[in-house]
C-alpha cells in the first residue's frame, strides 16, 4: 500500500491564504510519500495547473487521486447536464495531472430533496460519465459522502446499478461514523471494490466546545483529529485492507482544529508506522 496526502488536510491555510497548491507540494514532497492528491477548487485556473504539473515533474511526485465536489442530486435537468459537463471537464484535468482517478461524489441533500429522485439522478449522472472516462482511461471513484451513498450497502447498490468497470470506490474511513455505520465494517463490506482510501480519523464529543464540529445523522457530534488519536480503528482498517491484497493509496486527510501541517505530517508518520507494523 502507499502513502498519499489530500490537499484537503491543509484546507484551513488555503482559505486564509497562507498557502497554494505549489506550496502544498513543496511541503509534502519533503515528507517522503508516495504520491499527492489534489483538488480541483484548490488550483485557481489554467495557468497554476500548467505550475503545478510542472513541479510535479520536478519533484517525481505522481497525482494519487484528483477529487472534484459534484452534485448530481440536483433538482433539474439542466442542472444535472451542468454536473456532468463539470465531470467530463475533471477527467480531461485528470488526464493533464497523469492520475488514473477522479474522486466523485453522488450529492448532497437538500431540504426540498425526494430521496428516490435524488438517487435517479445520481445513477443518470455516473452513468453519463462513465463511458468517456474509459475513454480517457480514468476510474471514477465514489465516495461513501452523505444521503446518497454514505453507507457500504448504499455505495454498492449504486456500483451495481452503474455497472461499469471503471466506478470503484472511495472508502473514507471517518464518513461511515457520520452515517452511523462501524468503519471496520463499512471498509470490510466493500474491499472487492475500493480502489482509493481516504485515512481519516474522527473523535466524538459529548458536547461542543466552541471549535468545528461535525453532526453524524443522529446528531451525535464529532471532531477531526489526528490519525490514531480519534474513534476510528485505523489499525484494523490497514490489516483488513492489507489482508485483502489492496495495494493503492490511502490518502491522508486531516479534518482537525490544529495546526493543518503539523497534524497532517503526524498523521502521515502514524500510518508509516501502521504499514510497516503489518
Not at 148 to 163: C, L
Not at 194 to 204: A, C, E, R
Request: aromatic residues 8%; contains cysteine.
Amino acid at each position: 500500500m502507499k502513502i498519499s496526502v489530500s490537499m484537503w488536510s491543509m484546507q484551513k491555510d488555503f482559505y486564509l491564504n497562507k498557502i497554494n497548491a505549489l506550496d502544498f507540494i513543496n511541503i509534502v514532497s519533503n515528507w517522503g510519500v508516495d504520491g499527492v492528491e489534489l483538488l480541483d477548487f484548490f488550483i485557481r485556473d489554467g495557468n497554476e495547473l500548467q505550475d503545478v504539473v510542472k513541479l510535479l515533474n520536478e519533484k517525481s511526485l505522481p497525482v494519487s487521486a484528483f477529487s472534484i465536489e459534484n452534485d448530481f442530486a440536483v433538482e433539474s435537468s439542466d442542472e444535472l447536464e451542468a454536473q456532468i459537463a463539470y465531470v467530463k471537464d475533471s477527467i480531461d484535468t485528470a488526464v493533464k495531472l497523469r492520475t488514473p482517478m477522479l474522486r466523485v461524489l453522488s450529492g448532497y441533500k437538500k431540504s426540498s430533496t425526494n430521496y428516490n429522485n435524488g438517487i435517479e439522478n445520481v445513477l443518470k449522472g455516473l452513468k453519463s460519465c462513465v463511458s468517456y472516462a474509459k475513454e480517457k482511461g480514468i476510474t471514477l471513484v465514489l465516495e461513501n459522502s452523505g444521503m446518497f451513498s454514505g453507507t457500504s450497502k448504499k455505495i454498492r447498490e449504486i456500483i451495481n446499478n452503474v455497472a461499469a468497470e471503471n466506478l470503484k470506490v472511495n472508502v473514507d474511513t471517518g464518513n461511515f461514523l457520520l452515517e452511523l455505520e462501524d468503519p471496520v465494517d463499512g471498509v470490510r463490506n466493500l474491499t472487492d471494490i475500493i480502489s482509493f482510501v481516504h485515512f481519516k480519523d474522527l473523535k466524538k464529543l459529548d458536547k461542543p466546545n466552541g471549535k468545528e464540529i461535525i453532526a453524524s445523522a443522529d446528531h451525535t457530534l464529532y471532531q477531526g483529529i489526528r490519525a490514531g488519536m480519534g474513534d476510528v480503528d485505523l489499525d484494523q482498517i490497514v490489516k483488513i485492507l492489507k489482508t485483502s491484497e489492496y495495494k493503492g493509496y490511502l490518502s491522508i486527510e486531516y479534518e482537525g482544529i490544529d495546526d493543518c501541517i503539523i497534524e497532517t505530517r503526524e498523521s502521515t508518520e502514524y500510518l508509516r508506522l501502521l504499514l510497516n507494523k503489518i
